[in-house]
């Protein structure tokens, strides 16, 4: 199904086509900038021109006559402005229209994607040496919000938790283990903190040279499979999967089990990694290690970096499971794999994917894609951490982002049931984490503050629930209404709230597209500000007459849908009451 935007895209473009005679033309439709220039603006004619050597605005005009000859249902009247733009002003009755069957049929107002597609997403992908804290959190909220987006879009998502459980840590954690195991019951409470546990082994590790050995020798027995070990580390993982799922749990991300593709799967990949670049001339030897230079990857002094896939005692490293698991992607008929992943890690993912086209591991059938956030700092400009200088772990700070807003929530509204009030903590506490992680540009570092995300005003979780809330209060109170249908956008405010909403499809595309989620908490940020200024100036319960008075409901109605769909979307429940 085509957005608006996507139809008038198409239109345009093929008018262009007919008249320039030109086969590659891109009409360049957007959103308006400004209202006196309509509701959508195609830019894509003096591009055109140019290649013709001819004049634009001229151009624009025929352009406008075949599209006036073709009289399309969604185009009132075009017209061209500026030196060649053309403005689109739609028809009120195509709104209305579009509207009334999105009210009608409202899972399918966004619609799905012509061209489905299968797509991996590898997001939160803690490592499970030790307990998620805050620096998972973007990537977890991103990639869940992402992975809702694509299968809303009716794509076929593969979810893909690539957590670390592998390595030299492992062996130092088992024999800590296999030390203080007792008994089977009594594992759960040894590693209820997964933290302590890691420092115990850690301290141990590096005072005590006989468990160091023993630590090492693990990894080698692990590694070629002895079952003992293997049954004391599938044990440490199992209680490190159950802590990732309490987080999970609590923030509403639709990770499972099943979504795992552990580091420790492409462990029999590994040799031939090495073997296929090996026998295809990419390999280097560098102080004993293996490595591949790629001329586009230098350092400040002009030296060629090197991705370094396998250490001078043999061991393989984080880049050799990347490349296995590029490998595995293709073979399963993937289009794109996104991975959600700290910007932190840019350089290391460019090597990855160049190395693996150059390998033949991947071709361009399957688009590689590194979906790179920022850090989350503290006040102090530094990455947040505890007053001690720990990593907050996120389980304790989704805790108190629940307890802070069961406190907000009782103070704003004290005559909601205790029942209530822990509901509305939950949604509002968890939202504003999320909220306030999906609203920035991922791209950028953002300050942690508990008083910027609980605010209820700006662009926030709080606001835009409240918002929802607000408007469901007003139905409430209306009388009873049978079918919901738009008949009328007269006001200015009404049209333009009306337009709005219509675009959450185009929103929702483009995130598909650019995975930069704050493009969907922007437009439901404006979506809610249009219908607080549409409420101010149309009456919507008092309206005089009926037909208006309904209509206006309808507009109303469709305006929650929009903003319950959307914030579904970000992975935020909505609130009939708060
Ligand atoms: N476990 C890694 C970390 O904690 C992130 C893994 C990201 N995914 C990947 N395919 N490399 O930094």
């Not at 017209?79 to 195509?94: K, M």
């Not at 070990?229 to 639709?254: G, M, N, R």
């Not at 009388?479 to 405010?493: D, I, L, N, W, Y």
Request: with cysteine; hydrophobic share 40%.
């Amino acid at each position: 199904m085509e957005s608006i935007k996507q139809q008038l895209n198409s239109a345009v473009s093929e008018a262009m086509a007919v008249i320039s005679g030109s086969s590659d033309c891109n009409a360049n439709v957007v959103t308006a900038s400004k209202p006196e220039f309509g509701d959508y603006q195609a830019n894509g004619v003096m591009a055109i021109a140019k290649q013709l050597r001819t004049n634009p605005r001229a151009l624009a005009q025929q352009v406008v006559e075949h599209l006036e000859a073709a009289a399309l249902s969604p185009i009132d009247r075009l017209e061209v402005a500026g030196p060649g733009f053309i403005n689109i002003h739609l028809a009120d009755s195509y709104l209305l229209s579009e509207a009334n069957s999105a009210l009608q049929n409202p899972s399918q107002f966004i619609g799905t994607s012509d061209s489905p597609q299968k797509i991996a997403v590898d997001y939160s992908s803690p490592n499970l040496a030790k307990e998620m804290h805050v620096g998972h959190l973007r990537g977890t909220i991103i990639g869940d919000c992402l992975v809702r987006v694509l299968e809303k879009l009716g794509h076929e998502v593969v979810r893909q938790n690539h957590v670390g459980d592998w390595g030299t840590q492992f062996g130092m954690l088992i024999t800590h283990l296999r030390e203080l195991e007792s008994d089977q019951a009594e594992l759960g409470t040894q590693l209820e903190d997964l933290e302590v546990f890691y420092r115990e082994a850690k301290e141990r590790f590096d005072n005590d040279a006989e468990f160091a050995t023993a630590s090492r020798l693990a990894v080698v027995k692990l590694q070629s499979g002895d079952p003992e070990y293997v049954a004391a580390w599938e044990q440490f993982i199992d209680e490190s999967l159950k802590h990732c799922e309490a987080v999970y749990k609590k923030l509403a991300v639709t990770l499972s089990r099943d979504d795992l593709d552990a580091e420790s799967r492409y462990n029999d990949d590994l040799s031939l990694i090495i073997s296929d670049l090996e026998s295809k001339d990419l390999l280097t030897e560098s102080d004993g290690a293996r490595c591949v230079f790629l001329d586009q990857f230098k350092g400040k002094d002009g030296d060629l970096l090197p991705l370094i896939v396998q250490k001078s005692d043999g061991g393989y490293l984080y880049s050799t499971t990347d490349l296995a698991a590029v490998r595995l992607r293709m073979a399963e008929n993937i289009h794109r794999s996104l991975y959600v992943v700290d910007a932190r890690q840019s350089l290391h993912f460019q090597q990855v994917f160049a190395v693996a086209l150059e390998a033949g591991f991947a071709d361009d059938s399957l688009s590689l894609e590194h979906i790179a956030y920022g850090t989350i700092m503290g006040s102090d400009g530094r990455p947040f951490k505890t007053r001690s200088g720990d990593s907050v772990k996120l389980e304790d700070l989704l805790d108190e982002a629940v307890k802070r807003a069961h406190d907000l929530v009782s103070e704003k509204n004290p005559a909601l049931t205790a029942d209530e009030k822990t509901r509305v903590a939950q949604s509002v506490g968890i939202g504003a984490v999320k909220y306030a992680d999906l609203s920035k540009n991922r791209t950028s570092d953002y300050v942690f503050d508990w008083n910027t995300m609980l605010s209820f005003e700006g662009n926030t979780a709080p606001y835009m629930l409240y918002a929802y809330a607000r408007i469901r209060s007003i139905l409430r109170k209306a009388p009873e209404v049978t079918a919901f249908a738009v008949s009328g956008v007269a006001e200015t405010k009404e049209r333009a709230l009306l337009l709005k909403n219509l675009q959450l499809p185009e929103v929702v595309s483009a995130v598909a597209q650019d995975c930069f989620p704050n493009q969907l908490c922007n437009y439901l940020y404006e979506l809610a500000g249009l219908f607080m200024r549409f409420y101010e100036v149309c009456p919507v319960l008092k309206a005089e007459d009926t037909t208006i008075l309904q209509s206006r409901l309808a507009l109303s109605q469709l305006t929650a849908q929009t903003l319950q769909q959307g914030l579904d979307l970000l992975g935020i429940e909505t609130l009939e009451k708060m």
